[in-house]
């Protein structure tokens, strides 16, 4: 057994859990290397990790029905403008505040660097933190208000997300009120259950997913400044995503008067075979998604009496949250959401030497949340408004969609608005400090005579 002062409980316990090949290279190790390893062992909860690996993934559900959800065009205009208006006063009487989840590792993209850093304006070529960014500050000034931006970054990504944020002048919001902090990681496991080298000094870990981002609010502080600041409902969406609408007043009155503790925005599935999670009512009434792998045939091609599909109900992965609610969950420690399980090639350090292996990565997802809250509502929007994911490198939800998406909404709002677009204009893009929702858009708006269209307006302060 290794000897190091003062670490005599860690190493025995290391030892005793049969993962004594962490200090394979102890020998080789400085002091400042030894120190680090030490610290992140200790980091290490063994009776998770002992527990993740030997216990069935029961993240899987089987018994399901359709989830029932709110579809704003079965509802009378009374009912919208009401909801509208709840929305607003919510959202201009500074209750609101926005949460971004960036701490993926985005490894389908195959970017280097944080996945908000990649280029998505069709035109500008702004990143995708830019697209966010700038349209929260244009909700600022639309509603007269502060709106506090949280971002969850991981520990591989963290500071070149500050420094990128700095480098561009926090998109013209209060730097005070952007709180950038990284989620909590968790160690891979290999087939036979052992830690992995990721170096001589270090084991592999990853972010603990999407749904670590309850308990990272919590543990950075984040969500104590949030109560500080009286904010009731937290908009949670995805990096990858530029057309999300941050702050949708219709949603958020939806949300208030249904008195939901979480609501989630829903798109229809495109057809049965799309490769998207649905949501569901599990037997016991409660909310989840079902992923399109663990989806039998006659459910994926179930239809109801209009030939729509019965399991419908894509998810978007944006989410309102109740503070009140994060709170609740937060405050006797681990939320307790599962983890699921991925098996996923990894690079690791074998015979002091980098090797790619398979390993289980563990990770938390976000919509577990749904079957511990008290209600909760479902809402379909359409998905041209406000769904282009950017995933892959290439073909589908890959920047290339991303971008005609993005164009194809601008140019939808112009002619909507009765702007006259020249005949040789090809893409469009608007940028959200020019019109955040394309509601504000004049009709003697004069569009240049170009191929490619990009309106912008500078209201930096
Ligand atoms: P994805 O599930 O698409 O994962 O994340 P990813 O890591 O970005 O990409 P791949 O799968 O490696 O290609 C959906 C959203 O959740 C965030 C991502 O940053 C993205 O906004 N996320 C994911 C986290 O914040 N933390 C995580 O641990 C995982």
Redesign the pocket.
């Known amino acids: 057994m290794i000897n190091y002062n003062g670490h005599e409980e860690l190493i025995r316990k290391v030892y005793d859990q049969g993962q004594s090949h962490v200090f394979r290279y102890w020998d080789m190790l400085n002091e400042e290397e030894k120190k680090s390893l030490m610290k992140q062992l200790n980091s290490v909860d063994f009776n998770l990790m002992n527990r993740l690996f030997s216990e069935e993934d029961r993240s899987h559900i089987t018994n399901y029905t359709p989830a029932p959800t709110v579809r704003p065009e079965k509802f009378c205009p009374e009912k919208i403008d009401e909801a509208y208006r709840t929305g607003e006063e919510h959202i201009s009487s500074g209750k609101m505040a926005a949460f971004l989840?960036?701490?993926?590792?985005?490894?389908?993209?195959g970017y280097e660097g944080p996945?908000g850093i990649f280029p998505i304006g069709p035109v500008s070529g702004k990143s995708l933190f830019h697209f966010h960014g700038e349209k929260i500050r244009a909700y600022e000034i639309k509603y007269g208000v502060k709106i506090p931006f949280l971002v969850?970054t991981?520990v591989a990504n963290h500071d070149e997300t500050v420094e990128f944020f700095k480098k561009n002048s926090f998109f013209g919001l209060d730097s005070e009120l952007v709180f950038i902090f990284p989620?909590n990681m968790i160690p891979s496991l290999d087939l036979n259950g052992k830690l992995i080298m990721e170096s001589k000094s270090s084991i592999f870990m990853?972010?603990?997913?999407?749904g670590?981002?309850l308990s990272a609010l919590k543990s950075s502080g984040a969500l104590e400044s949030l109560n500080k600041l009286g904010i009731e409902t937290v908009s949670y969406f995805?990096?990858?995503n530029p057309l999300v609408k941050i702050l949708d007043p219709v949603f958020t009155g939806f949300h208030i008067m249904e008195s939901a503790e979480i609501s989630s925005k829903a798109i229809p599935k495109a057809y049965a075979e799309e490769k998207t999670g649905v949501f569901i009512k599990t037997e016991t009434g409660k909310t989840g998604i079902v992923e399109y792998s663990d989806m039998p045939d006659e459910k994926l091609n179930a239809t109801d009496q209009d030939g729509r599909l019965l399991y419908s109900a894509g998810n978007t992965?944006i989410h309102l949250f109740n503070t009140d609610f994060i709170n609740r969950i937060t405050d006797v420690g681990d939320p307790g959401l599962p983890y699921h399980r991925a098996i996923k090639k990894i690079e690791a350090c074998i015979d002091a030497k980098p090797q790619e292996i398979e390993g289980i990565k563990y990770?938390k997802f976000i919509f577990d949340a749904l079957p511990i809250c008290k209600k909760d509502m479902i809402y379909e929007t359409v998905r041209e408004e406000e769904f282009a994911p950017v995933?892959n490198a290439e073909g589908k939800d890959s920047p290339a969609t991303a971008k005609e998406l993005i164009s194809s909404l601008c140019r939808h709002w112009l002619t909507r608005s009765g702007v006259k677009i020249p005949e040789r204009t090809e893409i469009i893009e608007i940028s959200p400090l020019f019109s955040v929702d394309g509601k504000d858009i004049k009709p003697e708006t004069v569009i240049p005579d170009s191929e490619k269209v990009y309106l912008e307006k500078n209201v930096h302060i």
């Open positions: 989840v960036a701490g993926g590792q985005g490894s389908r993209l996945k969850m991981s989620q990853n972010p603990d997913g999407h670590g981002s995805q990096v990858d992965a990770e995933k």
